[in-house]
């Protein structure tokens, strides 16, 4: 096997954005699966394709810029409507992600050739060789915000995520904290659009935290794993794919689900099954 590719900087920066990408989406996968939200991941994929549809329309050459605030703001209202009840979420969120998909499609039909590096194939399924220094320098931006959020929130984030009546009575500001992930979800997802595009990228999401909680005893344990299940699945994806000659992100979500089957098994064994 020949992996002298790896020393081109194109696919250095494909697997240096791949790995963070995952990592992330499998740290914020855990805490939004223990909420019962693992659908959000496929809802904020079709929000950011809205938003990077808009930004390529007003000819931004970096369409990402207006698409994580606008994917963020999505996120937060479908927070405040769960919160507040009137109308349950998963309907909330399938009428509002289902307009910005739609409006995304006469956006795109009506932008006009641009600078920008996005086209409507890799919205759909994503093509992470064309990840740029721009790219990584953002994807980098928003992994240090989340892991500082994570460093200083991290204990009344997962008191919160498991007993929220009781944190909310403990004083711990629930709905803020819920506002926050979810902004920090989007802005996540809408960067791993390169990864695997708006198909795929829910994948990224649920697969290594499902892995995580087959394999983990403690929350610790389950984010550990989860990150990674995601990383290793982006490494060994990206090597099958470049020798198989199959699409990145299908590649790494088969890879992902490859080994969500083998903490499956695992977790049989351990527990003695037959």
């Not at 708006?198 to 649920?206: C, G, K, P, Q, T």
Request: aromatic share 8%; with cysteine.
């Amino acid at each position: 096997m020949d992996l002298s590719y790896l020393t081109i900087p194109i696919f250095q920066r494909a697997l240096a954005a791949g790995c963070i990408l995952s990592a992330l989406l499998a740290l914020l996968g855990v805490l939004v699966t223990a909420r019962g939200l693992a659908y959000l991941g496929d809802g904020l994929s079709h929000a950011a394709f809205g938003g990077i549809a808009l930004g390529m329309f007003l000819g931004l050459s970096t369409p990402l810029v207006l698409a994580i605030p606008f994917t963020a703001l999505a996120a937060i209202a479908i927070g405040a409507l769960r919160r507040r009840g009137g109308l349950r979420s998963d309907v909330a969120m399938a009428i509002l992600f289902a307009v910005c998909f739609a409006a995304g499609v006469v956006l795109l039909r009506k932008a006009k050739r641009t600078q920008s590096t996005f086209d409507p194939e890799q919205l759909l399924f994503g093509n992470i060789l064309m990840v740029g220094s721009d790219d990584l320098t953002i994807v980098l931006g928003i992994a240090g915000v989340v892991l500082v959020f994570m460093l200083f929130g991290w204990t009344r984030i997962a008191y919160a995520t498991f007993d929220e009546e009781l944190a909310r009575l403990s004083g711990i500001e629930v709905g803020w904290l819920e506002s926050a992930l979810l902004a920090l979800l989007a802005a996540v997802v809408v960067a791993a659009i390169r990864l695997a595009g708006v198909v795929l990228v829910s994948a990224f999401l649920v697969i290594p935290a499902a892995a995580g909680r087959l394999l983990g005893r403690t929350l610790g344990g389950v984010v550990g794993w989860a990150m990674l299940a995601g990383i290793a699945g982006v490494l060994t994806g990206f090597v099958v794919a470049h020798e198989l000659e199959w699409p990145e992100g299908a590649s790494i979500v088969l890879t992902l689900a490859s080994m969500f089957a083998i903490a499956v098994g695992f977790r049989r064994v351990a527990r003695g099954a037959p």
